[in-house]
């Protein structure tokens, strides 16, 4: 299976959100999963929270002893990343944890800035 039709798969179950959509989820938690440095370079969503890729599940398991609190399985996730692409695997991911609401920002972070809406400068401690 190529890169882009994985991709395609782990879409079909998403209904994902632009970002103009993100203002109105007042409620939805924003999972920034981008590396550290481009969070530095570019800043963040105000008010998401980074986690870092590899613990993503963990961190983010409803059920699970290593959680971060402030969530459970109704919370509407929105992961996002830089572009839009690695965000729809890490939601469909989430999904498949036990987060039917897990989905992603189409477009990602620069897609989310280019449609001029505000960003937090700097970068945030990840979750680890």
Same mark, same amino acid.
């Not at 209904?15 to 999963?33: F, Q, S």
């Not at 590396?35 to 059920?63: F, K, Q, Y």
């Given at each position: 299976?190529?890169? %882009?039709?994985?991709?395609?798969?782990?879409?079909?179950?998403?209904?994902r959100?632009?970002? %103009?959509? $993100?203002? @109105? &989820?007042? !409620?939805?938690?924003?999972? !920034?999963?981008? /590396?550290?440095?481009?969070? &530095?370079?570019? @800043? %963040?969503?105000?008010?998401?929270?980074?986690?870092?890729?590899i613990?993503?599940?963990?961190?983010?398991?409803?059920?699970?002893?290593?959680?971060?609190?402030?969530?459970?399985?109704? #919370?509407t996730?929105v992961?996002?990343?830089? %572009?839009?692409?690695?965000?729809? &695997?890490?939601?469909?991911? &989430?999904?498949?944890?036990? $987060?039917?609401?897990? #989905?992603? $920002?189409?477009? @990602?972070?620069? @897609?989310?800035a280019?449609?001029?809406? /505000?960003?937090?400068?700097?970068? #945030?401690?990840?979750? #680890?």
């Amino acid at each position: 299976m190529s890169a %882009e039709a994985f991709l395609e798969q782990a879409r079909r179950d998403l209904r994902r959100v632009t970002p %103009e959509e $993100l203002a @109105g &989820l007042p !409620d939805a938690l924003v999972v !920034d999963i981008r /590396p550290h440095h481009d969070r &530095l370079a570019e @800043g %963040e969503v105000p008010g998401s929270v980074p986690v870092e890729r590899i613990v993503l599940e963990w961190r983010l398991d409803p059920h699970g002893e290593h959680r971060i609190p402030g969530f459970d399985v109704d #919370t509407t996730v929105v992961v996002l990343c830089n %572009e839009g692409y690695a965000s729809s &695997l890490a939601a469909r991911d &989430l999904q498949r944890v036990g $987060l039917p609401n897990a #989905t992603d $920002l189409v477009g @990602g972070f620069r @897609g989310y800035a280019a449609a001029g809406l /505000p960003v937090r400068a700097g970068a #945030t401690p990840a979750v #680890t």
